[in-house]
């Protein structure tokens, strides 16, 4: 039976008291929510904390508030399938809620939270590997060695963003609030992802997201795609998330993001550029795709072959904005085909 | 018997075991705890090959908590293996490890957590090996040798056979076709991760609970093992959660919990985790094909010529089995009056590959059935129609010197064809598939056959191969001891059913108690599909017996002739004077003041008809189940992504003793070739399995699991238990042949090779727009040389030999 | 660390000390006795080790005991009620839907959370609800069944 390694468990009833917490101990110590992320992981020995900080009996951190209209506040603790099943969400940003529905099993997304979501480990399949596999492999430098095996000759981590929802929240314009002792600070989700498989996140240690907001609603259709072998358990090996802005039938903002195809979700900046003030024909959708297909740059470390990713990249935004164009392709487009 | 006179026999009747398992009562053997019990834990070497130059326990020894740390130096120095021509393991490695996960040490400890711990704190100095990770690489190095035994540097099994003239077979063919296809490995993956408790008791006798599919052979080879009496050692199966054929070898974590349970004198728990189960394996081979048939116009076969390579693994197994398994079982479905099979075993240092689910025979069908299907085409032949018109004929012998009975296969054909709607949906080759946007719909068919019962043990003997005695009680109870053992596939009601048909009781009146070498007579193992054929034959024996001495002692009592008595409703009587019918307890009573204690024994083994040529041993089988399937899919042309609507399967089960256990082992089945067919594989990189996890080797879940439609059809072969074949393992081997040729009456792409991913057929859609040959598969066979075949006369179309002649059958049991 | 935990299993008060980093699973079989939960890969790949808290499912394995002090915890060995199956444990045993029964007791629990939520769900969502539970006997086709049977025959007990 794999077994997690001894920690002392501490459980918060405040924010405050958390971030107190968090700063006492300091490197020792990381924060849990669901737990569906950090326990296999620490089974494996990817971390051996010291301190769990659980997130769990924060009652303000939990549940969705606002509207559509004046922007929703979604509680980090809030767990996936309460997210997926929030009418509001569902209706307004319904490519949250196919995200939040997608990942993974029913069981892990009653236990998984949205904040666990966005801040999941960059995933690579030399490093999500037991302590025993690693070892026999001869470790890399995410964990425990100093080379990168994916890529022998860099001096980075490539690792993965296999984050269902960060994608989306990404193209949805969301803000994320960071909580820690020393204070607080409102930052674009966008920020809070660096382009390094290790420090794949730009915030501090003992930082805790302690909510996500999203902007009103208005005007804006999304949808998000997933690509992985399975419909149930698999991570995204390619996500897709796209949010326009209509003017009557043409295009007035866009925003395409790429997720699982590099340490941080990628957005697709001149794909989205091409669509602005464009009605979604099939010459403009190609092109779209064409270019989004540019910054996916996937490496051989997941699930499916990476030229096999890279291209279903093209495929799937080109999928996702004839779905948003009412445009019938003979695929389900809500869920991944 | 006729059908309609059986009470149980045809019943739907849910399982003997089932009411324990949905409540959580069943106890596997991850579940037993006994008191002062220790758990233990393995080490496990970190290099796909290399010598051991140093093995240093001390730091564990030194943990507070850890019993005793073994190495191999604890153990007596035998080699040991399933197949007595393969004795090429070792429980703990002494000098060299062949594979990562092969283990070196054992730790025994209060708990696991510390066992794990001492056994990362022992210290092992490795002097690396060159790991040959692949047939090319195996046979290209003989220089570098895995084993010393074996046909050749690095082959481990190199066997040719020859029926008839091949050559001349071809050149009477109007069509002769050579393609090559590649099967990858995959493995059981039951749900259950191996465990056993082992307790040495202050006797100096030994009893190990296991998750095993064969005890005996367990018992067998701990015996030597261990050196230690085997009338010492006790072996009981525990309830299996899965099996598949992967728990069908003795394990090194079994042997270890002994070894520990001696030393610390309280009884070692050892449960793998999953990783550990990719590494134990023995899943199914990797083998690279090349394959040559000649057809007529009407798509008669000419002749066949296969050769295969088997990519073994690091050690026998029941290897070289598998390598005769990848030819001998072709010619069993359609006329094949010539035959030829290559075939040899490569050792690598991978985890050892040995018997799942069909056991080295989907292999050659895939390419079979695959080819079929190529040929179908070129000749215009409908791949349905072709199939029905040259299935074999019953009770006549093959090529290869196999005895078939009963065969159901046409009408296999015929009702697949009915249910699935085969005649519109097939609409004529080249015309092009419906098409939804970049969906496109297919159907694929194809058929096979597998054997019920291997028709010889594993080690050479005269003895039974199944074993029952039946117990009756004043109670009015009976139990059925055997030495089978139930994973999940049913056997424990089959030995409950068939004793209540021959005595008219109700199915809870029969006890049937865990397998167990010191209580229950040999039966050899849950493989083959040999359970309900070889124990329900032994147990309708005994069960025979018994019946007769109630008679006698009822006939007696109520002074009527023993022959008109009718056992039904749990009591003895004549028909026309059913109130006097006498209550089963009561008549058993009856009996044992006549007789003595009721106890009688049943004996089974096969009918002797091995072909009289060396490796005519492989092969044979008291009778043959036979499948038909079809399949209809889509494929998405952008991604390659493959979508399973249906699968209709037609088996020839000979009798459905209970038809929801057969429908639930042709239904388990499919699962299975679907999940080999679309994603599951072995994968190595660096020397290492690639993902030996749950989430990465990729089962099919709800949402890939089409819905399946089985049909039974009933032969009523004469060898079976009241009629019945086998039906745990041929309907897996057309699923994958049918969805490949579904692929490619979808979009015209050949796929000759499993798993077919969504990668390779946007490979052939993409050779395909090239306006290349649209195939994805192996290109190249490896420069071998075979040795000279054996070459024997085919025995094509011989009549069966008349009624079989089978050991320990009687009077009362021959039908 | 070990803890004082105060669980509530299957309608009963369980007092147990323990590590506080043993998961729900290690608990409730190696503390509690209660082996019929099971357990097939303890990395939330695979369902087996599926239990009941506050009627959801959710997997044991991962699951840490004091996070979910005082929440009630269901696991196959409550299933039946005073000595009555469950209609679902019914079904599967009359159907066939258990053959090494391994998967069986996290299955059995996830349909129950399906039926109390959705008493006549589709085969469709009877696959959604089920797609977070491997088995590798039954095909799936006798559990689906299965679980159509118990609903139908919960509706009309109603
Ligand atoms: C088999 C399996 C399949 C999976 N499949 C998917 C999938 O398909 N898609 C997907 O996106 N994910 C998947 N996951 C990953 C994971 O389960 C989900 O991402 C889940 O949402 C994580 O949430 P959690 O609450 O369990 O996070 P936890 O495990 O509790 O935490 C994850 C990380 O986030 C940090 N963290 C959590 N909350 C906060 C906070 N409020 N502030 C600061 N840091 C925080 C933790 O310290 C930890 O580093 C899968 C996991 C498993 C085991
Ligand atoms: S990308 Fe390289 S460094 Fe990062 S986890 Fe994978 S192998 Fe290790
Ligand atoms: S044991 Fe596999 S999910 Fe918990
Ligand atoms: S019944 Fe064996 S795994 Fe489901």
Redesign the pocket.
């Given at each position: 039976m794999m077994r997690l390694p001894p920690f002392t468990y501490l459980a918060p009833k405040t924010v405050a008291d958390a971030a107190r917490l968090l700063g006492e101990h300091g490197a020792d110590a990381?924060?849990?929510?669901?737990?569906?992320?950090?326990?296999?992981?620490m089974k494996r020995r990817q971390?051996e904390p010291k301190v769990l900080v659980g997130?769990g009996a924060i009652s303000e951190?939990r549940g969705v508030r606002g509207s559509a209209s004046r922007g929703l506040s979604l509680g980090?603790?809030t767990t996936?399938t309460a997210v997926s099943q929030h009418a509001e969400v569902a209706r307004h940003y319904p490519a949250l809620a196919t995200?939040a529905g997608?990942?993974?099993?029913p069981q892990?997304?009653n236990?998984?939270?949205?904040?666990?979501?966005?801040?999941?480990?960059t995933r690579c399949n030399y490093y999500n590997q037991s302590y025993e596999w690693r070892k026999a492999i001869g470790f890399c430098m995410k964990k425990d060695g100093d080379i990168c095996l994916v890529a022998p000759g860099s001096s980075r981590c490539w690792a993965v963003s296999?984050?269902?929802?960060?994608p989306v929240l990404w193209s949805l314009g969301a803000h994320i609030r960071l909580t820690s002792a020393d204070g607080e600070r409102t930052v674009p989700i966008a920020t809070l992802y660096r382009d390094d498989g290790i420090d794949y996140l730009a915030?501090r240690h003992d930082?805790?997201?302690?909510d996500i907001v999203l902007p009103p609603a208005d005007g804006w259709r999304s949808r998000y795609l997933?690509l992985?072998r399975r419909g149930s358990?698999?991570?995204?090996v390619l996500g897709v998330a796209v949010n326009l802005r209509m003017d009557a039938d043409v295009v007035s903002e866009a925003r395409i993001v790429l997720g699982a195809v590099a340490s941080l979700p990628r957005e697709a900046k001149p794909a989205a550029e091409s669509l602005r003030g464009q009605r979604l024909t099939e010459e403009a959708i190609t092109r779209a795709a064409d270019l989004a297909a540019g910054p996916a740059k996937p490496l051989d470390n997941t699930d499916y072959a990476h030229f096999y990713r890279k291209k279903m990249t093209r495929v799937f935004v080109a999928r996702a904005l004839r779905s948003l164009a009412g445009l019938d392709d003979g695929v389900d487009s809500t869920e991944a085909p | 018997m006729n059908k309609h006179e059986f009470s149980i026999i045809g019943q739907p009747l849910p399982k003997v075991d089932a009411w324990a398992k949905v409540v959580g009562e069943t106890r596997y053997a991850d579940d037993l705890v006994m008191p002062r019990m220790a758990h233990g834990k393995l080490l496990r070497s970190t290099h796909p090959h290399a010598l051991i130059k140093r093995i240093d326990t001390a730091r564990a020894q030194a943990v507070p908590g850890v019993y005793a740390v073994i190495t191999g130096a604890d153990l007596p120095r035998v080699k040991f293996g399933i197949l007595p021509v393969s004795q090429d393991e070792e429980a703990l490695c002494n000098e060299r490890v062949r594979m990562v996960g092969d283990a070196v040490a054992a730790v025994a400890a209060q708990d696991e957590e510390t066992a794990e711990q001492a056994c990362r704190l022992i210290d092992i100095e490795y002097e690396p090996l060159p790991a040959l990770m692949s047939i090319e690489e195996s046979l290209g190095h003989p220089e570098i040798r895995i084993h010393e035994y074996g046909d050749g540097p690095n082959v481990h099994k190199n066997v040719a056979l020859q029926f008839g003239d091949v050559e001349a077979a071809f050149a009477r063919a109007d069509l002769v076709r050579e393609d090559v296809f590649f099967y990858e490995g995959n493995t059981h993956l039951p749900m259950e991760q191996h465990a056993a408790v082992a307790q040495w008791g202050a006797d100096g006798k030994l009893t190990l609970w296991s998750s095993t599919q064969t005890p005996h052979y367990v018992h067998r080879l701990l015996a030597r093992i261990l050196d230690v009496p085997a009338a010492h050692i006790r072996v009981i199966a525990a309830p299996v959660g899965g099996g598949f054929g992967g728990k069908l070898d003795p394990f090194a974590h079994e042997i270890a919990a002994c070894k520990l349970s001696q030393l610390t004198g309280r009884p070692v728990k050892i449960t793998l985790t999953r990783e550990e189960v990719f590494y134990v394996h023995r899943g199914r081979h990797p083998v690279l094909m090349w394959l040559k048939t000649g057809f007529t116009r009407e798509g008669e076969i000419t002749g066949s010529h296969i050769k295969t390579w088997l990519d073994g693994g690091a050690y026998g197994s029941y290897g070289v089995a598998s390598t005769f398994y990848t030819g001998v079982i072709n010619p069993v479905t359609y006329r094949m009056p010539v035959y030829k099979f290559e075939g040899a075993r490569v050792f690598t240092n991978k985890p050892p590959c040995g018997p799942k689910r069909g056991h080295g025979t989907p292999q050659p069908r895939f390419a079979l059935e695959v080819q079929i299907d190529k040929a179908a085409e070129q000749l215009g032949l409908d791949p349905a129609d072709m199939r029905r018109r040259i299935v074999c004929e019953p009770f006549t012998k093959t090529a290869n010197h196999l005895t078939v009975t009963t065969i159901g296969l046409g009408e296999c054909i015929d009702k697949v064809v009915e249910a699935s709607g085969w005649r519109e949906k097939w609409r004529g080759w080249q015309t092009g598939a419906p098409r939804r946007g970049p969906l496109r719909r297919g159907v694929g068919f194809a058929c096979s056959a597998y054997m019920t019962g291997a028709g010889t043990a594993i080690y050479w003997n005269s003895m039974p191969h199944s074993g029952v005695v039946l117990r009756a009680d004043r109670s009015g109870g009976i139990s059925v001891l055997c030495g089978a053992t139930d994973i999940g596939q049913g056997s424990d009601s089959i030995l409950a059913y068939l004793p209540a048909e021959v005595l008219g009781l109700d199915p809870k009146d029969v006890h049937v108690p865990p397998a167990d070498t010191t209580l229950t007579p040999v039966d050899l193992g849950s493989y083959s599909s040999r359970v309900t054929l070889m124990c329900g034959m032994a147990a309708i024996q005994a069960a025979q017996r018994l019946r007769a001495v109630i008679a006698r002692a009822v006939a007696r009592k109520l002074e009527v002739d023993a022959e008109l008595l009718v056992f039904r409703d749990r009591k003895v009587g004549v028909p026309d004077d059913w109130e006097k019918a006498v209550p089963f307890p009561h008549a058993v009573e009856l009996a044992e003041a006549m007789h003595g204690v009721l106890a009688f024994p049943g004996s089974y083994a096969p009918p002797k008809r091995a072909g009289k040529y060396k490796g005519g041993g492989v092969g044979p089988s008291p009778c043959y189940s036979y499948s038909a399937c079809a399949v209809e899919l889509t494929v998405d042309e952008e991604t390659g992504e493959i979508e399973l609507h249906d699968v209709w399967i037609g088996h020839d089960v000979g009798r459905a003793l209970n038809p929801l256990l057969v429908e639930g082992q042709v239904e388990g089945s499919v699962y299975m070739g679907i999940g080999e067919a679309l994603m599951e594989a072995q994968v190595f990189r660096k020397g290492l399995h690639k993902h030996p996890s749950m989430?990465e080797y990729k089962s099919p879940t709800t949402l890939e699991t089409p819905e399946i439609h089985t049909i039974l059809v009933e032969t009523d072969d004469p060898e079976g238990p009241f009629g019945a074949k086998e039906a745990g393992q041929g309907p897996l081997l057309p699923v994958l042949p049918a969805i490949a040729n579904a692929v490619y009456n979808a979009v015209g792409v050949r796929v000759d090779e499993v798993p077919i991913s969504p990668e390779k057929v946007l490979k052939g859609l993409d050779l395909k727009r090239q306006g290349k040959t649209p195939r994805v598969g192996p290109e190249r066979i490896p420069l071998f040389k075979f040795k000279e075949p054996l070459v024997v006369e085919s025995a094509f179309g011989q009549p069966a030999d008349a009624v079989a002649v089978r050991p320990f059958a009687d009077q009362e049991t021959s039908r | 660390m070990k803890v004082r935990l105060a669980l509530t299993v299957n309608g009963e008060s369980r007092e147990v000390l323990a590590p506080v980093h043993k998961t729900l699973l290690e608990v409730l079989r190696e503390d509690l006795g209660l082996t019929g939960t099971k357990h097939g890969c303890e990395?939330?790949?695979c369902g087996t080790c599926t239990v009941l808290v506050d009627g959801e499912p959710v997997l044991s394995c991962?699951a840490l005991p004091v996070a979910i002090e005082g929440r009630a915890i269901t696991t196959i060995e409550g299933m039946a009620e005073g000595g009555e199956l469950h209609p679902l444990q019914q079904a599967f045993a009359e159907l066939g839907a258990a053959q090494c029964g391994y998967c069986t007791p996290g299955i059995l629990l996830t349909a129950q959370a399906l039926l109390d939520e959705t008493p006549t769900p589709t085969r469709d969502e009877i696959k959604e609800a089920l797609a977070g539970n491997l088995c590798r006997c039954t095909g799936y086709t006798k559990i689906l069944d299965a679980v159509e049977l118990a609903s139908m025959r919960m509706g009309a007990r109603k």
């Open positions: 990381m924060i849990v929510a669901g737990g569906t992320d950090l326990y296999p992981n971390f997130l951190l980090p603790m996936l995200a997608l990942v993974s099993s892990l997304r236990m998984g939270t949205i904040g666990g979501n966005v801040c999941v480990d296999s984050s269902d929802t960060a915030k930082e805790i997201l302690a997933k992985r358990f698999d991570f995204p | 989430l | 990395l939330g790949e991962l």
